[in-house]
């Protein structure tokens, strides 16, 4: 069985940093297109950043040039570096795989890692 658990969220002051990590277990990671989202209360989930397997990165336009998404294959587990961090940023935090290759297959969702950015 898939599980993917996500750790590292906190409490963090504006302007500062946190490192989100996502540990996949039951199966690997190394062919799939990863991602981060976020839902922040009152909101949709929206896409934070994914990246391909071949390392290829995307960001949504409000994180851009301050949160850096990467992965370790060798290691199952894909990360998300903030810095700069904001107070618009305060949400849940998700990662999600692909269940399979095969187009339409759904997803698997970690159970979220909360954000709080305040002073």
């Known amino acids: 069985q898939v599980q993917l658990v996500e750790s590292g969220g906190g409490l963090v002051q504006p302007g500062g940093s946190l490192r989100l990590s996502c540990a996949v277990s039951g199966s690997g990671l190394s062919i799939y297109r990863m991602a981060w989202y976020r839902q922040a209360p009152g909101k949709e989930r929206e896409l934070v950043a994914d990246?391909?397997?071949?390392?290829?990165?995307n960001y949504a336009d409000s994180v851009k040039g301050r949160f850096t998404i990467s992965r370790d294959n060798a290691k199952n587990t894909m990360y998300l570096q903030m810095n700069s961090l904001k107070s618009e940023d305060t949400a849940v935090y998700y990662c999600?795989?692909?269940?399979?290759?095969?187009?339409?297959?759904?997803?698997?969702w970690g159970q979220g890692t909360q954000v709080t950015v305040s002073s």
């Open positions: 999600r795989r692909p269940k399979s290759s095969r187009p339409g297959a759904g997803y698997y």
């Open positions: 990246i391909t397997s071949g390392g290829i990165t």
